[in-house]
């Protein structure tokens, strides 16, 4: 099973910014798929979550109205669209899928500042 995360970086506080998983090693369309963060001292939060068909998505409030998640299912592909971004979203962000949320990247940095 491999999660790879990609496209992190650096971005102004207003910005915008698109971060993709690429899926492999399980059957990516059987499960629902979550991004998670980190930020720097702190523990994990839950960001959102969209069901095996994209037809359904949920958010945290802090993010809510900001965020986008969609996913790729011919691509085994899930992403995270993140705009207006503040400096309270810089952290690490990890693709969460299978059972049990049994598979996660290693992550990938996102910093908000100018």
């Known amino acids: 099973v491999q999660l790879v995360e990609s496209g992190g970086g650096l971005v102004q506080p207003g910005g915008s910014l698109t971060v993709s998983c690429a899926a492999s090693g399980f059957t990516f369309t059987s499960y629902d798929m979550n991004w998670v963060r980190q930020a720097p001292g702190k523990g994990l939060e839950w960001v959102s979550r969209?069901?095996?068909?994209?037809?359904?998505?949920t958010y945290a409030d802090s993010v809510k109205g900001r965020f986008t998640i969609s996913r790729d299912n011919a691509k085994n592909a899930v992403y995270l669209q993140m705009n207006s971004l503040q400096s309270e979203d810089t952290a690490h962000y990890y693709c969460?899928?299978?059972?049990?949320?049994?598979?996660w990247g290693e992550g990938i940095l996102v910093t908000v500042s100018s």
């Open positions: 969209i069901n095996t068909d994209g037809s359904r998505t």
């Open positions: 969460v899928g299978g059972s049990w949320l049994a598979y």
